[in-house]
């Protein structure tokens, strides 16, 4: 991961997802987070840095396929997360459950859903 990168959350606080081999994301299921400990970057703050060092960190995480980034819609906190992809709704919800996150991300709806 470069500072391109860091620069691209920064400058896309509202949210967004790479695939970490380089390949189109997928177009359709969920994206859910949680593989590793997620960063929370209060929303007055670019914690650069901070950043760079999460993103060594899930490169090299096992089962981290994608980097997840987004503003929560009630707090305004910037998270940064080491994602996986499911198609099913159900499967999704259910993993999340599993690992008490707050929301899991629709990719064809482009919206989050809290769990």
């Known amino acids: 991961m470069s500072s391109s990168t860091v620069a691209t959350i920064l400058a896309n606080r509202e949210g967004g997802t790479l695939k970490l081999d380089g390949l189109p994301l997928p177009e359709v299921g969920y994206f859910v987070g949680g593989l590793i400990p997620a960063l929370v970057v209060p929303h007055d703050e670019s ?16 089962g981290v396929d994608f980097l997840g980034w987004w503003t929560d819609s009630e707090d305004g906190r910037l998270w940064v997360d ?4 499911h198609l099913l709704r159900t499967d999704a919800l259910r993993v999340a459950a599993e690992r008490g996150e707050i929301a899991i991300y629709d990719i064809a709806g482009q919206a989050e859903i809290r769990v």
Do not use: K, N, Q, Y
């Not at 760079?52 to 995480?61: Q, R, S």
């Not at 080491?82 to 992809?85: A, F, L, Q």
């Open 82 to 85: 080491g994602s996986d992809w």
């Open 47 to 62: 914690a650069e840095s901070e950043i760079e060092d999460f993103l060594l960190d899930a490169g090299t995480a096992p």
